[in-house]
């Protein structure tokens, strides 16, 4: 049996013939593609939990990947256990330390001590600090890391990355440096489709509480409009007397209006519906060409948001409106709009953005906490089950949304060989719902609500939140396994791995770093802290190395030697806390820059090593707190813990959500996921493997010899 076109195999399309029976048969059979899907923050108890009660079903998604390929029964990440730090790591198979994305967020060397940069837009495989002109920062000549990617677009195969990390097409500079150089060009961030991943548009989530008395008859140049739309009221359409919302986006300014119509013909006065739009633009009938969606109707029965595209707005942005209470006679009605995204337009990814914005949409709403820890005005009047509401209409539309943009992708691009894929949940809600801790209060403003206090509705509500979003992030992988489809065994005819950058675990205090560094003599002038969740990197303003240092190199050591002594010493005693233990250590691994013989050494300063987790851009001191602790979380006003001394700078404090990462990724709970089938994998079980090992065998499996800065060692998975 001969084939004119192999290339076809890629695709899938050749029902029934498995790679096995035309390798049999003799025909030449290229590998077939690999998917590699993160789920952020997937944990391996809880998906096996979850399967084995059935709340996965054993037969789709991450249960399908376990029943005809393979699983690892732990896949420890990296340290600290952080989103962009996992995912850079994943994506290089090399370690934080050697890669240089230390954390979330931290500080370049070469910055202002006072300026940061995000993990997920810093420098992948670090910078020279003093290649430039006049000893300033510099492209690297000797990258520590490279992306897989690099080597694969080398060597004549076609990437995609779909909101991967990283994989974003942006001129990296050195943040608060004037005139900075590129350090990393865009070209090492750009591969064959490129779509960045999305960010804030300017325009912040808000609640809107509303009662009849501010609605009055709508003009009747807004009835005709509905009319015209095809959209009927079998009661007088009312209007919100005065706009709702004003504001610019995008260098535009809207003028948001609502109306309400009764759409069942019931005889009665039955308001069910509002219509979103901006007076500018009316409401225009359609139909609409993406990423246009014209005006916002939502049904309130429905339970659904209905999203609002920003005519004219330069970054191509838009949000999304939800009802959670609409009384029939507008008695009360309250709305929700979600904050405003967009995707970067990213000069060397341009042309891949607006393929999605014209194909998909404009970046959908994501999950924001803003809404259940009503952070976002307006919520005064939300009930909490209003707000979580919204919360899980983001989840599913939102997930939805990023499924959409990688199907659009690979569709875009048939051939790819790789295509790189990240869905953001569980992440968000085990952050915000993983409630199962006695010593975590399920009332935040109450720090008597832990232990027999606690609300045990609220816990089995929380319970089921981190559920659905399992169950969402399982069926986004499913719908990727949909899209390439199975051979008669079953098996997915692409190899798709499933992996994820972390996982998680329950937090109940959380710690205040500032206060702590006032308590114990610190001057933030000459070390400042830079967190992110438990994980924390101490930087010493030194003269030479940060660009407005100030400290010498001798007081660096003293200082040094004193903030890890201070952190040492650094306890809980709180006996609601501390489980029958007269105290626990806040701070469960610290590690220090290496520092030369020699102070006069040219390498002080900027020497790496520390148990190999001290990069060049890692803090003098890195530090990872206790599980169970975490610097996220703050209230304002101050909610102290049970039984904590009353004080003005406390260095405990309740927090307002529940779970976290970026501990010591040794422990259990930090453990990864990993699953994969596909032709060309061998079924089967591993007990221990690396994130940093899944680099390296995606290069090996393609032909491509795995860049000499990888960590990792190529996996038996592949044949």
């Known amino acids: 049996m001969k084939l004119s076109t192999p290339s076809i195999l890629t695709t899938g399309i050749l029902a029934g013939l498995t790679q096995v029976s035309l390798a049999t048969a003799g025909v030449s059979v290229p590998p077939a593609p690999v998917i590699l899907i993160s789920l952020d923050g997937a944990t391996p108890r809880i998906v096996e939990q979850y399967l084995q009660s059935g709340d996965l079903p054993s037969d789709k998604g991450l249960g399908l990947l376990r029943a005809k390929g393979v699983r690892a029964v732990r896949n420890t990440t990296v340290s600290p256990s952080l989103t962009a730090v996992g995912h850079i790591a994943i994506a290089t198979g090399s370690i934080a330390a050697h890669n240089d994305i230390v954390a979330n967020t931290f500080h370049l060397v070469s910055s202002p001590l006072a300026n940061s940069i995000s993990g997920f837009g810093a420098p992948i495989g670090g910078y020279c600090v003093s290649c430039g002109l006049g000893g300033t920062p510099a492209e690297s000549p000797l990258p520590t890391a490279e992306p897989l990617w690099a080597g694969l677009l080398a060597n004549g195969k076609k990437v995609v990355c779909a909101t991967w990390p990283g994989g974003d097409g942006v001129d990296v500079k050195i943040p608060g440096l004037p005139g900075s ?42 009835v005709n409009q509905l009319t015209a739309a095809g959209k009927l009221s079998y009661s007088p359409v009312l209007q919100k007397t005065s706009p709702m919302d004003t504001f610019t986006a995008g260098g535009v300014s809207y003028s948001m209006r609502v109306a309400a119509l009764d759409t069942t013909n019931d005889g009665t006065v039955n308001y069910d519906t509002l219509v979103f739009f901006d007076s500018t633009i009316g409401i225009q009938p359609g139909p609409f060409t993406l990423p246009s969606t014209g005006p916002a109707y939502v049904k309130f029965s429905d339970h659904h948001s209905s999203q609002f595209y920003l005519e004219g ?39 891949n953005v607006d393929d999605v914005n014209n194909n998909v949409g404009f970046w959908a709403p994501q999950p924001d906490f803003r809404f259940p820890e009503r952070l976002n005005p307006g919520l005064a009047s939300f009930s909490d089950s209003e707000l979580e509401a919204v919360y899980q209409d983001q989840i599913s539309t939102w997930t939805d949304y990023q499924v959409r943009l990688a199907l ?62 399992y169950q969402q992030a399982n069926n986004a992988v499913q719908r990727i396994i949909d899209s390439v489809g199975v051979d008669a065994n079953g098996i997915p005819r692409a190899n798709i791995l499933v992996t994820s950058d972390h996982g998680f675990d329950t937090f109940h205090t959380y710690v205040g770093i500032n206060n702590f560094l006032a308590s114990r003599g610190f001057n933030t002038s000459q070390v400042r802290a830079y967190t992110s969740g438990p994980a924390v990197n101490f930087y010493i303003n030194l003269q030479g190395r940060e660009s407005n240092g100030t400290v010498t190199r001798a007081q660096y050591l003293t200082l040094q030697k004193q903030l890890r002594d201070a952190l040492h010493a650094f306890r809980d005693t709180n006996s609601n806390y501390t489980l029958g233990a007269a105290s626990v250590p806040i701070f469960d691994k610290i590690y220090t820059r290496p520092v030369p013989a020699n102070i006069n050494d040219p390498g002080f300063g900027v020497i790496t090593g520390g148990s190999s987790l001290i990069g060049q851009d890692s803090g003098d001191v890195y530090a990872l707190l206790t599980a169970g602790y975490n610097f996220d979380g703050n209230q304002t006003p101050v909610v102290q813990r049970l039984g904590d001394a009353a004080s003005g700078s406390p260095l405990f404090q309740v927090p307002n959500f529940y779970g976290a990462h970026g501990y010591d990724p040794n422990l259990v709970n930090m453990s990864a996921i990993f699953y994969a089938a596909g032709p060309n994998i061998t079924p089967g079980t591993l007990n221990n493997i690396r994130n940093i090992d899944i680099a390296p065998t995606i290069s090996h499996f393609f032909g491509v010899t795995p860049a000499a800065t990888v960590d990792g060692t190529v996996l038996p998975i592949f044949h």
């Open 313 to 351: 707005s330069s970054n191509k942005a838009g949000f999304a409106y939800y009802v959670t209470v609409l009384a029939p006679d507008l008695s009360t009605v309250h709305i929700t709009r979600s904050s405003a995204n967009s995707i970067p337009r990213n000069p060397a990814v341009l042309a």
């Open 408 to 469: 659009r992708a690979r569709a875009a691009n048939p051939n790819a060989d790789l295509t790189m894929v990240y869905f953001e949940q569980p992440d968000g809600s085990c952050h915000q719902y993983l409630l199962t801790d006695p010593r975590q209060p399920t009332n935040p403003t109450d720090n008597t609500s832990i232990g027999a206090n606690q609300d045990s509705a609220k816990v089995a509500r929380y319970q089921g939140y981190v559920k659905f979003a």
């Open 181 to 222: 150089a590129i350090v990393q060009p865009a070209s090492e961030r750009t591969v064959t489709y490129t779509v960045p991943f999305g960010a804030f548009a300017g325009v912040s989530g808000k609640g809107f509480a509303y009662t009849a008395s501010d609605f009055s008859a709508a003009p009747s140049t807004v």
